[in-house]
């Protein structure tokens, strides 16, 4: 009889960076991270029937509002190394405090078509009801899907699956806190199987250099009745700003003057602090609007948050990326221009890029 032919199960690497996920009672009074990547793969119940190869990587074991750029910039390294050696996916276990920022800049890092899966917990180990090991199995699952391909940076909580893009936490303790507020999940893992409803328009990633310099990037929230001291000061210290403004993009009259003479020394972009919605760009025409602050150079972000827009101005910066190049980048991030304005080439979608990090002339 003819043999019958097999399919080798797919390989999903896991890294653990620690977080809510990997946390439970040590020496210290509350919970920390303690569990190892191992232990938490090794309490999914179901996964040995899931028929994938799963490996595990003890990265890091640190709080996700402790976590770094310089983590997360040397795990996407490490993530592009596994996939490159064969893994299908990659997943990734972290604090859920930082999980909006990290998977974003894990997006813009990531230039393979393999997925990489960002999950956490809402709920440590030592609690009833802890949601750790269904979201990694989620996450695997997902991971291990030809479906995921050519997605970029996924989130997988609560059986949703997200774009790292879109997606932004939003209750400090439910379980179902991610959401995708302006575009929803982009799909679901449904009875162990990720099934898809839409998929990201385009890739827009960001090649990295050898050696990236360190930029400092603020985040100021305006507030009612704001003091432009308090921005000053902060201004000072700053290689890049995102300023998340009322409404549409709107500050108080009195800091018209310093963001003024601010945008023309650093790029200043200009978001909204609403938690969905864009900014405008010719509506409203009174002193700090958004038509007067745009005018003013300030770089508007569209739909982007002022979380996202803080880690692409970072990352842009640590590229040495020329100013023109800065404000197509956040345009095209923010839905106000067409992808084929985006100063790099899009990632191949097989085999290992080689992209330099030199932008469209």
């Known amino acids: 009889m003819p043999s019958t032919p097999t399919t080798s199960a797919p390989k999903v690497v896991v890294f653990g960076l620690g ?44 709080p996700g509002a402790s976590l770094t750029f310089e983590d997360v910039t040397e ?6 190394d596994e996939l490159a050696a064969g893994a299908t996916g990659v997943v990734v276990t972290q604090g859920t405090d930082t999980i909006e920022e990290t998977a974003y800049l894990l997006d813009l890092l990531h230039r393979r078509a393999e ?24 996450a695997i699952q997902t991971a291990a899907s030809p479906a995921a391909r050519a997605q970029g940076c996924l989130v997988v909580l609560a059986d949703e699956v997200h774009a790292a893009r879109w997606v932004t936490k939003t209750h400090s303790t439910h379980g179902d806190t991610f959401r995708s507020p302006d575009t929803g999940p982009i799909g679901a893992v ?18 990295t250099l050898a050696q990236a310099a360190r930029a400092r990037v603020g985040l100021y929230t ?29 500050v108080p009259e009195p800091l018209v003057d310093t ?14 602090r609403t938690p969905a919605g864009p900014t405008l760009t010719r509506t409203y025409g009174f002193p700090g609007s958004e038509q007067d602050l745009l005018a003013r150079g300030l770089i508007p972000a569209g739909w982007l948050h002022p979380y996202k827009a803080r880690i692409l101005l970072r990352v842009l910066l640590n590229a040495q990326v020329e100013p023109q190049y800065i404000a197509s980048a956040i345009a095209v991030a923010g839905n106000l221009d067409a992808p084929s304005s985006w100063p790099w080439p899009a990632p191949p979608l097989t085999g290992d890029p080689t992209e330099t990090a030199t932008p469209h002339a």
């Open 19 to 62: 977080g809510t996920i990997a946390m439970t009672s040590g020496t210290r009074e509350g919970v920390s991270p303690i569990l190892s990547a191992r232990d938490l793969v090794d309490a999914v119940p179901g996964l040995a029937s899931a028929r994938i190869d799963v490996e595990v990587v003890d990265f890091r074991r640190r």
């Open 75 to 80: 795990l996407a390294t490490a993530a592009t």
């Open 190 to 207: 449904v009875e162990g199987a990720l099934r898809l409803l839409t998929c990201v328009p385009c890739r827009l990633t960001i090649p």
């Open 115 to 138: 997925p990489v899966v960002v999950t956490g917990a809402m709920r440590n180990p030592t609690m009833a009801g802890a949601d750790g090991p269904a979201n990694l199995l989620a």
């Open 222 to 250: 305006v507030s009612l009745d704001e003091d432009p001291t308090l921005l000053d000061a902060i201004s000072r210290h700053c290689d890049g700003l995102v300023v998340a403004g009322f409404g549409v993009g709107h």
């Open 259 to 272: 963001l003024s003479t601010l945008a023309a020394r650093i790029p200043v972009v200009l978001a909204s």
